[in-house]
C-alpha cells in the first residue's frame, strides 16, 4: 500500500510539474511576442538581403496557429510587395548597401503585376549603379522574372531553368455528380460565366478555352517582353518554342542549357555565391565560408519606415476573396473593409483615397457592400483612385466603379463582369437507399430549396430571376462608371475576363500605371503638392502575439523543402489541389450569390496550405453551430 500512494505521489508531482511548466511556457510566449518588434537598428555595412522564401502578395493573411497545428503543415512565407519595393528603392541610395543579393532558392512565385513591379524597382537600383546578385537553384517564371534584373545571375551546379507559361487545369465534377447522384443547381448569367462549368460539363467549353486563351496570350507575351528587355543577350525564344528540343540537344544537363543560351551568368553553389556577394559586402567570418555581411529584409524596411504626417492619401486594399464578414486581412471581408473605410473618413488629414484592388471577386453582397462606402468618400467630395494589381474581376470589377478613375497594368486581369450561384441537392441519392421526402407546403415556397427532396420550377426561376436581376445590377454600375449604356456593357461582360491592355482598349480602364502613379494621380485631384502628402494605409494592425506565434510557425531556414525541377512542378500541382476544397465550398451554396473569377485565382500566389484547407475545415463546423 506504501507503494502505491508513493508513486500516485510521484505522478502527481510530475503531473504537476507539466502543468507549471505550460504556464511558464504559455506566459513566456506571450511576454516575448508583446515585446517581439522587427530591429531598426540591426543596419550593418554590407549587402541587403532580399531572401524571398516564400511568395509575393499585395495583403499577408493572418496566419491561424490551431489550423496550422491541424493541418501538419507549415505555412508559406508571405513577403508584402509595397515592402520589397520599398526596400528596393531605399536602398539603391543608401551607401551603407554595397549590394543587393537577390536569394531565390525557395521562391514560390507571385502575381505577374507584382513581380513586374518588384522588377523595375530592381532595375531603378541597378540604373543607380547599385550591383544585383541572384542565385537560386532552379528559375521558374515567376523567379526568372525577377533574376532577369540583375547585374549577376547565378545558379547551382545541380540547378537549372524551365519556363512553361500561363495556363493549365482545373477539375470538371459532372460525371463525378452523376455517380453520386448529386444534383448541382446552377444559376448564372453570362456566356463567358465557367466558374460554374465544373458541376455542369465533364470538359472547358469552348468559350472559356476562348476567353483564356484570349488574356493568357498576351500576358505570356508581356512576361517574354519584360525579360528581354531586362536580358536581351538570353536566348528564350526557341527553348520557349521547343522545350523538349532544347533539351535534348544538350543532352538533359539544364545548366549547360542555361549556360549555352545565357540565361544565366554563373554556375557555382551557395559558398560560391556567398563569397562573390562578400567581395563587395565584407565576408561574415563568425558565420563560416561564403557568409557576408548584410541586413535582412525585415530588419531594413523595419529601418526605414514610410513618410507620416501632414496631408494623406489613404490607401485601402481589397486583396483575396470577397466574403461576407470581418475577414483577413489576406481575405476581403466585407464588414472590415467598411469599418476600416469609415474609420479613414474621421481623419481630417485624409484628403484623398486609394483602393487598391487585387481580387477575383466573391460574394456580390460583401462587392456592393465595399462599393458603397466607397462612394461615401466621393460623396464628401474626396477623390477616389482605383488601382488594379494582378487581379481585379468579377467582384473586384464591382468594387473598382465606385472609382473617379482607373489605374491597371497590361498585366492586370480584369473584368469577368457576371453573376452567379450553386446549390447541390441530393434526393437522386437518398432515393437510392430508399429514403424519400414528403411533406405539406402552404405555398410553392415553403421548405424551398429543398436539399433533400430536390428543388421544385419554382425556386429554380426564383433564383434565377434574382441571378439576372443581380447582373442588370452589376451592368448598370459598369455602365454609370464608364458612360456606358448597359446593352454596351453587355457585349463585354457576360463573365468575359480581360487582359489589361484589351481592358483599357474597351474603356474598363482608363489608364496604365502603377499604385505609386494612382497615389500620384489621386494627390493631384486633391490638390496637394508634391512632396508634401504622406500614404496612410487603411488596414487591420495584426498584433505582436498573433505575429510572434506566426513567426513561430514559419519554415525554418534549414526546411526540407526541395528545389529541383520536379520538385518545383510537383510543389505547383500540390499547391492546386485546394481548388478542389474550394469547389467543394462552393457547391455548398452557403457562400450565396457569387460575382466570383475562379479561373482568375490562378493568377494570384497561393494560400498558405493550412488556412485554406482551415477554411473548409472550419465551414463545416460553422453550418453544424459547434
Not at 493572418?62 to 507549415?74: S, Y
Not at 487581379?391 to 478613375?405: C, H, N, P, Q, R
Amino acid at each position: 500500500m506504501g507503494f502505491v500512494k508513493g508513486a500516485w505521489k510521484v505522478l502527481v508531482a510530475i503531473k504537476d510539474g507539466l502543468v507549471l511548466l505550460a504556464m511558464l511556457l504559455f506566459f513566456g510566449l506571450i511576454l516575448a511576442a508583446l515585446s517581439w518588434r522587427p530591429n531598426p537598428a540591426a543596419v550593418t555595412d554590407g549587402a541587403l538581403l532580399v531572401k524571398l522564401d516564400g511568395v509575393i502578395v499585395e495583403e499577408p493573411e493572418n496566419i491561424d496557429p490551431v489550423a496550422t497545428l491541424l493541418g501538419g503543415q507549415a505555412p508559406l512565407k508571405q513577403f508584402r510587395e509595397r515592402d520589397v519595393i520599398r526596400a528596393i528603392d531605399t536602398a539603391a541610395d543608401d551607401d551603407r548597401v554595397k549590394v543587393i543579393a537577390l536569394d531565390l532558392d525557395r521562391f514560390m512565385g507571385g502575381g505577374q503585376v507584382s513581380l513586374e513591379q518588384i522588377g523595375e524597382a530592381l532595375s531603378r537600383a541597378k540604373a543607380k549603379g547599385k550591383p544585383i546578385y541572384s542565385f537560386a537553384t532552379f528559375y521558374s517564371d515567376a523567379a526568372y522574372l525577377l533574376a532577369a534584373h540583375s547585374s549577376e545571375i547565378w545558379i547551382d551546379p545541380m540547378g537549372g531553368a524551365a519556363f512553361t507559361g500561363p495556363g493549365g487545369s482545373r477539375l470538371y465534377y459532372k460525371d463525378f455528380l452523376d455517380r453520386f447522384k448529386v444534383t448541382a443547381h446552377v444559376y448564372r448569367v453570362g456566356t463567358f460565366k465557367s466558374a460554374v462549368e465544373p458541376y455542369l460539363r465533364s470538359d472547358q467549353s469552348p468559350e472559356a478555352k476562348q476567353a483564356l486563351l484570349a488574356v493568357y496570350e498576351p500576358i505570356w507575351a508581356n512576361w517574354q517582353a519584360d525579360v528581354k528587355k531586362a536580358r536581351p543577350a538570353a536566348d528564350l525564344a526557341g527553348y520557349i518554342a521547343d522545350p523538349a528540343a532544347a533539351i535534348t540537344a544538350v543532352n538533359g544537363d539544364l545548366v549547360k542549357l542555361a549556360t549555352d543560351r545565357k540565361i544565366i551568368d554563373k554556375v557555382g553553389d551557395r559558398t560560391a555565391f556567398g563569397k562573390r556577394v562578400a567581395a563587395l559586402a565584407g565576408a561574415d567570418e563568425d558565420e563560416g565560408p561564403g557568409a557576408f555581411k548584410h541586413t535582412s529584409l525585415t530588419d531594413w524596411v523595419a529601418a526605414n519606415p514610410a513618410k507620416t504626417g501632414g496631408d494623406e492619401v489613404g490607401v485601402i486594399t481589397i486583396a483575396g476573396t470577397i466574403v461576407d464578414g470581418k475577414a483577413g486581412p489576406g481575405t476581403a471581408g466585407g464588414d472590415r473593409i467598411e469599418e476600416l473605410l469609415h474609420e479613414g473618413l474621421q481623419r481630417d488629414n485624409l484628403k484623398a483615397l486609394v483602393v487598391r484592388v487585387d481580387s477575383p471577386g466573391g460574394s456580390a453582397f460583401a462587392s456592393e457592400q465595399i462599393r458603397r462606402a466607397i462612394e461615401t468618400y466621393r460623396g464628401r467630395k474626396i477623390p477616389v483612385v482605383i488601382s488594379m494589381g494582378n487581379v481585379a474581376a468579377s467582384g473586384g470589377y464591382w468594387v473598382a466603379t465606385a472609382g473617379d478613375t482607373i489605374f491597371a497594368e497590361p498585366s492586370t486581369i480584369t473584368g469577368s463582369i457576371g453573376i452567379f450561384a450553386v446549390l447541390p441537392s441530393f434526393e437522386r441519392a437518398l432515393a437510392d437507399y430508399g429514403v424519400k421526402a414528403d411533406g405539406v407546403a402552404t405555398t410553392d415556397l415553403s421548405g424551398q430549396p429543398d436539399l433533400l427532396g430536390g428543388f421544385n420550377s419554382t425556386v429554380d426561376t426564383f433564383i434565377q430571376r434574382t441571378i439576372e436581376h443581380d447582373y442588370r445590377r452589376f451592368l448598370g454600375l459598369v455602365g454609370k462608371a464608364r458612360g456606358m449604356t448597359p446593352a454596351q456593357v453587355d457585349d463585354i461582360a457576360q463573365g468575359r475576363v480581360w487582359d489589361g491592355g484589351t481592358a483599357r482598349q474597351i474603356k474598363l480602364v482608363d489608364r496604365f500605371g502603377s499604385i505609386d502613379d494612382a497615389i500620384a494621380e489621386a494627390a493631384k485631384r486633391a490638390k496637394l503638392k508634391d512632396d508634401a502628402y504622406s500614404v496612410h494605409y487603411l488596414e487591420t494592425k495584426p498584433d505582436a502575439f498573433e505575429q510572434f506565434v506566426s513567426g513561430m510557425f514559419t519554415p525554418s531556414d534549414d526546411s526540407k523543402q526541395a528545389r529541383g525541377l520536379v520538385a518545383q512542378l510537383a510543389w505547383r500541382q500540390h499547391a492546386a489541389l485546394g481548388q478542389v476544397l474550394g469547389d467543394l465550398n462552393l457547391l455548398s451554396g452557403a457562400q450565396g450569390v457569387q460575382a466570383w473569377c475562379l479561373e482568375c485565382s490562378s493568377a494570384l500566389p497561393p494560400r498558405t496550405t493550412a488556412n485554406a484547407s482551415a477554411s473548409w475545415f472550419s465551414q463545416i463546423f460553422t453550418r453544424t453551430g459547434t
